[in-house]
């Protein structure tokens, strides 16, 4: 593989390392199935896309993405907790409404940045080989943003967080507003998905409104991955498996799509992504089922 | 001073599967008594603690605590008020949490809960000092995680947490039930001590006859969504188990079996 192509899996994997942490926080803090993120990565890619084009300064618009992305999980959780409708599918209404939005953010399917200023545009003349500038610049980004997240998980809110997701009876009985924290929850995740959005959108010079199908899959990858292949004892350690799980999956993806005897193609990626949390969900219980069966 | 004022709480109204589990309740607890509550299944005592602590609305009546009437609040508004230890050990405790993680949660009950750290050092210390009177060890253990531990030892810290803060009242829902007899009486004995020590306003559900009477200050039995009968003070000095079926029987006017209340 080519340091070009093996980059190229690095910042995608950088990318996804943020969907991986709102991923993270639905279905591992908050045991919320979230499928609003097929929606709201494409949304933080479209709102960023479209107000750089009008001429905002790109870190204002990808800060207004990451709180679009709030807002469409804000709603989501508010349909299950205020209005109790079925967590999974008060997502999936939240995501079908979001295709409408977000061809109505950008007005067409789709919007590109050619020659406008985004947030890697200032680094853009870095003496460096150029396939190393995003990756390079995106690793801050995830830096920042996992520093902030496990501090978040580790406060009071955090740790209250939590309780609600694992045992939100004595959660409650601690005095702690469960339905709240569940907004706040699914908000935080999905704010964390639309500044990703935001940011591939800016990598790749375009965003479209179909560019979010599959991100949920490719997450719970992420989680699953990382958490197969490292510690979870603590939650710095457990997200920071995530994140990895996330870079590793795009590598693997990309080593798969290099070797031409596979005959795979890139049109092949959700149906592969879908095998594999399949096969990673059910790897573990298979171990289980062959010792029981030896112990018979 | 708890003050519960005709509470009625039905399940299931107008269905064919009504079910009246409370019928106009009233009780007095004066503040730093211990009461315990006994009753065959059904006659309401879960649901009657429920409705103490929020989990369950009523449909009439009042809860006053210190005179502040609470009766629409929820679960976890109440939790400044009223502090609680489930019957079941998983349910007190998050398991995927550490024991001090499980610490640091109850010590926020009833407080607000912000972005400072929740695990500082000065609260380790408080954790460890009261771990450290459990005898268990578990002191050394505060980054374990709460599933390692047995049954009566999440219990015995659920009961730590539960008077971490200050409560009005504190209810214990047939916490010594699911555990071994052995353990069954260290947790008894713990929770006795903790109530006298912090001079607690108390109310224990119980499936044990005996033990109600062992333990606390006053009695009560439930029946069909009411108290069947409360004793305390020197009526209750030297009352036996058979008394209290034959107490059961005279305000009742019906035979229960020591079994039924066993079994409930």
């Not at chain 1, 990756?135 to 501090?151: A, D, E, H, N, Q």
């Amino acid at each position: 593989m080519s340091s070009i192509a093996f980059f190229g899996a690095v910042e995608s994997g950088l990318l996804f390392g943020l969907v991986a942490f709102g991923v993270f926080i639905a279905f591992r803090v908050l045991d919320f199935p979230d499928l609003t993120v097929d929606g709201s990565f494409p949304l933080g890619a479209a709102v960023a896309a479209t107000l750089i084009v009008t001429g905002w300064n790109p870190w204002l618009a990808t800060a207004m993405a990451m709180v679009a992305g709030c807002m469409a999980g804000a709603v989501t959780a508010w349909l299950n907790v205020r209005l109790q409708i079925l967590n999974l599918l008060a997502s999936i209404l939240t995501m079908i409404a979001l295709y409408s939005i977000n061809l109505r953010i950008m007005g067409k399917p789709n919007v590109a940045l050619l020659g406008d200023e985004t947030v890697f545009t200032p680094f853009e003349n870095w003496d460096i080989p150029f396939y190393l500038i995003n990756p390079i610049i995106l690793s801050g980004f995830v830096l920042v943003v996992y520093l902030l997240f496990v501090r978040f998980m580790t406060s009071e809110l955090g740790l209250a967080m939590r309780a609600t997701g694992v045992n939100a009876k004595m959660a409650r009985a601690n005095g702690v507003h469960t339905g709240r924290l569940t907004i706040l929850g699914v908000a935080v995740a999905n704010g964390m998905v639309g500044l990703a959005g935001a940011l591939f959108a800016q990598s790749q010079g375009t965003a479209d409104v179909t560019m979010g199908v599959g991100t949920i899959v490719i997450g719970l990858a992420a989680v699953i991955g990382g958490e197969a292949i490292l510690s979870t004892r603590t939650i710095a350690r457990w997200i920071f498996a995530c994140l990895i799980g996330a870079i590793l999956y795009r590598l693997a993806i990309a080593v798969a799509l290099n070797a031409d005897w596979i005959g795979l193609k890139a049109q092949d990626l959700n149906l592969i992504t879908a095998v594999l949390v399949t096969l990673a969900i059910v790897m573990p219980r298979m171990k289980l089922l062959k010792r029981k069966g030896g112990q018979a | 001073m708890i003050q519960v004022e005709q509470l009625a709480v039905t399940f299931g109204a107008g269905t064919p599967l009504e079910n009246r589990a409370l019928r106009g309740l009233n009780l007095t607890i004066p503040e730093g008594q211990f009461v315990t509550v006994i009753g065959s299944n059904g006659a309401g005592k879960s649901t009657f603690l429920n409705a103490l602590a929020g989990e369950v609305l009523a449909d009439q009546g009042k809860i006053l605590i210190d005179d502040q009437d609470v009766t629409r609040w929820p679960t976890n508004k109440r939790a400044g008020l009223v502090a609680r230890v489930f019957q079941d050990p998983l349910a007190g405790t998050c398991e995927a949490l550490t024991i001090e993680e499980n610490m640091a949660l109850a010590l926020k009950r009833g407080l607000g809960r912000g972005l400072s750290r929740s695990i500082r050092h000065e609260y380790q210390e408080i954790f460890k000092e009261r771990l450290a009177r459990l005898g268990l060890g578990l002191e050394k253990r505060l980054g374990d995680r709460m599933g390692l531990l047995s049954g009566g030892q999440r219990q015995a810290v659920s009961l730590l947490m539960a008077t971490l803060q200050p409560m009005k009242i504190l209810l214990l829902d047939e916490h010594t039930a699911a555990l071994d007899p052995k353990t069954a009486a260290f947790v008894l004995e713990l929770t006795k001590n903790i109530i006298e020590e912090q001079n607690l306003t108390a109310l224990m559900v119980t499936h044990s006859m005996r033990q109600a009477l062992d333990v606390g200050d006053r009695t009560l039995m439930l029946h069909e969504g009411n108290i069947a009968f409360d004793v305390e003070g020197a009526e209750r000095e030297g009352l036996d188990v058979p008394d209290l079926l034959a107490l059961f029987s005279k305000t009742k006017g019906e035979e229960l079996s020591d079994d039924s209340l066993l079994l409930g």
